[in-house]
């Protein structure tokens, strides 16, 4: 897959999910937690704290969620620059509240790891970014600026200046580790997600395909004989009407359209059939149907069969299931965009396990990428050569996440590696080398005792 084709997936606004009633929440959370330890100060500590600044703080973040909650509808989902202005506020007021209450002499700094952490969750790289410098810095001039906090008698609360440079540096490292942790983890879920979504759409597609064909080739069922005595009724006409060229002529056209009635229903129905009797094929078959899209790109892909020694000689029947086909083709469509002349695909089948090995004459892997092939949206660094060669490819290893998820899906195991790293007699096939791996059972269905039949064709489930 392409970055043009899935695009949308990478140029997703990481803000646009989260409601604004859910910031609602978590900031009149805030308000309570503030309110309670202001108040808890005050009273049960007789610390002296300038109430009127303090108040006016708080009281500022709740006619912000009054007018939020009053102005905007309850199903509102902010954008990127809603998002980070609300996460920048809740980050300034935390801090001016701090300021008044005795900067990093406050055992509450740790509080202001949370919008960074929330910034880092829902946001892009650059307010990210913003809100994590921000917070460095505030927190840099707090070291240096702040109201101390006194007790009823007029004695200072501080910690030793040793302390204070270790609570800076403690909460320097834990913005900026906790941010990438987050950021890092918040991606591989949603782009993991992303290519999910992307492997039930191929599947559908292919899916869908087939329901397509099968109507089309029920169609082609029923108006074979129609089409058959159009056609041999015109052959006879022609015949009769030798003394008549102009009438003739007319019923040539006949035929003629008889025909091509013939041919478009036939290269309408290759998609796939809904027919008992063709919900299996060949192993060799099946894999030339997943490879038949890519066979005329230029690029020779020979396709054999071979038994093992404890095998059957001839090759058994497999399912023509969908994510069998569609994971197929993406990873020979795969070889063939990176070989230089040839594909080689073999299947080869004993009494417990089916394999098919996909190699190509290409440039392999890259060494760096072969442990992460099978990710969604890995991208590797495109060389000069790379870019002459191919203009107009841009991967992102979806294609091959896909495939690789279909198939592990149909029971498969796969292995990736280059043909350099393998023993191979044939030293041609040196590129990229896909190995798939079958329980038999997984692949072939259930042979029918002798004499019985498969049953009835069913109708779609529309």
């Known amino acids: 897959m392409t970055q043009s084709e899935f695009g949308i997936f990478q140029e997703r606004q990481r803000g646009s999910f989260i409601r604004l009633r859910t910031m609602i929440w978590l900031r009149w959370f805030a308000i309570v937690g503030q309110l309670t330890a202001i108040t808890l100060a005050q009273r049960l500590y007789n610390l002296q704290l300038e109430l009127g600044l303090c108040y006016l703080a708080i009281g500022v973040s709740i006619v912000g969620n009054l007018i939020a909650i009053f102005v905007f509808p309850e199903n509102k989902r902010l954008n990127e620059a809603e998002n980070f202005l609300m996460v920048l506020f809740d980050l300034l007021q935390l801090c001016f509240l701090l300021y008044l209450t005795g900067g990093l002499h406050n055992p509450f700094t740790i509080l202001i790891l949370g919008p960074v952490i929330v910034s880092a969750t829902i946001m892009t790289l650059r307010s990210t970014v913003i809100i994590g410098a921000t917070a460095l810095m505030l927190v840099s001039l707090m070291v240096f600026f702040h109201l101390p906090l006194r007790t009823e008698q007029g004695f200072i609360l501080r910690i030793a200046d040793v302390f204070v440079f270790g609570q800076w540096v403690a909460i320097s490292i834990a913005v900026i580790f906790l941010s990438l942790y987050a950021r890092q983890t918040t991606d591989e879920m949603t782009s993991m997600g992303d290519a999910v979504v992307a492997t039930q759409l191929a599947l559908s597609r292919t899916e869908m395909l087939n329901n397509i064909g099968g109507v089309v080739a029920a169609a082609a069922h029923e108006l074979g004989t129609p089409l058959a005595t159009i056609k041999l009724t015109s052959a006879e006409l022609i015949e009769d009407l030798d003394d008549r060229p102009e009438l003739q002529e007319d019923a040539r056209l006949i035929r003629e359209q008889a025909d091509r009635c013939r041919d478009i229903l036939r290269s309408m129905g290759r998609a796939g059939k809904e027919d008992l009797h063709i919900r299996t094929a060949p192993l060799v078959e099946v894999i030339r149907e997943a490879a038949e899209p890519h066979l005329d790109r230029g690029k020779d892909v020979l396709i054999e069969g071979v038994a093992d020694q404890d095998g ?9 299931r969908p994510e069998i086909i569609h994971g197929l083709r993406n990873l020979i469509q795969n070889a063939v965009d990176f070989a230089r002349s040839t594909v080689w695909v073999e299947a080869t089948w004993d009494d417990d396990t089916v394999s098919v090995r996909i190699m190509d004459d290409g440039p392999g892997y890259p060494t760096n990428l072969l442990g992460r092939i099978g990710d969604p949206f890995v991208r590797n660094r495109r060389t000069e050569r790379d870019r002459t060669a191919r203009p107009e490819y841009e991967g992102m290893g979806l294609g091959l996440f896909i495939a690789k998820t279909l198939l592990e899906r149909s029971g ?32 072939f269905p259930p042979s029918l005792p002798k004499g019985e039949g498969i049953g009835e064709n069913q109708p779609f489930d529309l």
């Open 312 to 320: 059957d000689a001839q090759p058994p029947a497999a399912l023509r």
């Open 412 to 443: 498969a195991e796969l292995s990736f590696a280059n043909g350099n790293n393998r023993t191979h007699s044939k030293l041609k096939r040196r590129g990229a080398v896909v190995v798939v791996v079958w329980p038999r059972e997984a692949i």
